[in-house]
T-cell receptor, first 116, second 109 residues
Framework: DAGVIQSPRHEVTEMGQEVTLRCKPISGHNSLFWYRQTMMRGLELLIYFNNNVPIDDSGMPEDRFSAKMPNASFSTLKIQPSEPRDSAVYFC??????????????FGPGTRLTVL | EDQVTQSPEALRLQEGESSSLNCSYTVSGLRGLFWYRQDPGKGPEFLFTLYSAGEEKEKERLKATLTKKESFLHITAPKPEDSATYLCAVWYYGQNFVFGPGTRLSVLP
């Protein structure tokens, strides 16, 4: 299995620009999570989906952030407009609600976002 | 407020010097506690899941234990390749994962 795939791995953009981060979960997993990691705040859950439906988006910082999951194998996290304080590493994770590793979240390699 | 704390914040060990990392939580309705390892520039890597007090899990030089209010990650005879940040995450009913701040472990040869 290829694991969770994220793209791009690095993104540098200017303040005010739109940024789209992409995630492909592990095949067969039915839950997907977006996290943000910074030195100051550690790992923070932004939003999670179950069976492609957003369940909890209480961690989304503000309206500039939006996430979609149009199908079981793809999700996007969009920031529009981006601001320097959005600079962080964004992780996507997926899990399954059945089987041996039920509810264990497997993380992707992350996208390092820098907003200038 | 539900919280997850980890101690120490950083730990330096000599190779072969065993020690323990602590994860304390104040959540109610624990559904599971997870340990992850994170190397610089990488995503967290799953290590263990513990579901009930008294449970223990082992993998190579690592052993995780769980009580009603805390979990320990015991590292026996660590090697330099065990150097990483170790994160615990608490999953509780009605909410989702809450990660602790992590313990940065350095094992010196």
């Amino acid at each position: 299995d290829a694991g969770v795939i994220q793209s791009p791995r690095h993104e540098v953009t200017e303040m005010g620009q739109e940024v789209t981060l992409r995630c492909k979960p592990i095949s067969g997993h039915n839950s997907l999570f977006w996290y943000r990691q910074t030195m100051m705040r550690g790992l923070e859950l932004l939003i999670y989906f179950n069976n492609n439906v957003p369940i909890d988006d209480s961690g989304m910082p503000e309206d500039r952030f939006s996430a979609k999951m149009p199908n079981a194998s793809f999700s996007t996290l969009k920031i529009q407009p981006s601001e320097p304080r959005d600079s962080a590493v964004y992780f996507c994770a997926s899990s399954s609600s059945s089987g041996r590793d039920t509810d264990t979240q497997y993380f992707g390699p992350g996208t390092r976002l820098t907003v200038l | 407020e539900d919280q997850v704390t980890q101690s120490p914040e950083a730990l330096r060990l000599q190779e072969g010097e065993s020690s323990s990392l602590n994860c304390s939580y104040t959540v109610s309705g624990l559904r599971g506690l997870f340990w992850y390892r994170q190397d610089p520039g990488k995503g967290p890597e799953f290590l263990f899941t513990l579901y009930s007090a008294g449970e223990e899990k082992e993998k190579e030089r690592l052993k995780a234990t769980l009580t009603k209010k805390e979990s320990f990650l015991h590292i026996t005879a660590p090697k330099p390749e065990d150097s990483a940040t170790y994160l615990c995450a608490v999953w509780y009913y009605g909410q989702n994962f809450v990660f602790g701040p992590g313990t940065r472990l350095s094992v010196l040869p």
